[in-house]
């Protein structure tokens, strides 16, 4: 009994940390907030007001993350990450005064790489 007991307690061990590794089903609002984020970052203009398109995309991937914190998305919650980081830094820096043509146009184009790339991702799966 004490051995089943064990056994049994080595597999929910396991099965807890495997759930890291097994991708998450799809879901229609992570991929309309995914669609959103694309879409600003492609449409993201560096001779508009840079400030507020940043702050709003902040918000967009922000709700994206914290969405799929809340339903236990890891997968999703690992790779919004490196966007919520680069966005940060460009709304940081234009809420500091205007930023340089190169430096917007340079972080759009990362921007749509990482958006692309969590689309990818979100809506890759079934």
């Known amino acids: 009994m004490k051995r089943a007991i064990l056994i049994t307690a080595v597999?929910?061990?396991g099965c807890s940390?495997?759930?890291d590794y097994?991708?998450?089903?799809?879901?229609?609002?992570?991929?309309?907030?995914?669609?959103?984020i694309q879409q600003s970052s492609r449409n993201f203009d560096c001779k508009g007001n840079v400030a507020e398109?940043?702050?709003t995309l902040a918000q967009q991937v922000e709700w994206?993350?914290?969405y799929s914190q809340s339903k236990d998305t890891r997968d999703v919650a690992k790779i919004t990450g490196?966007?919520?980081?680069t966005v940060k830094e460009l709304k940081d820096r234009s809420s500091k005064g205007p930023v340089s043509?190169?430096?917007c146009e340079i972080k759009k184009k990362i921007l749509i790489q990482q958006s692309d790339m969590i689309a990818h991702?979100?809506?890759g799966r079934f």
């Open 82 to 85: 490196n966007m919520n980081d």
């Open 17 to 19: 940390s495997l759930k």
């Open 101 to 103: 043509p190169l430096y």
């Open 121 to 123: 991702t979100v809506q």
């Open 22 to 36: 097994i991708p998450s089903r799809w879901d229609v609002n992570q991929s309309k907030a995914v669609t959103d």
């Open 64 to 66: 994206l993350d914290i």
């Open 53 to 55: 398109q940043s702050k």
């Open 11 to 13: 597999i929910l061990a």
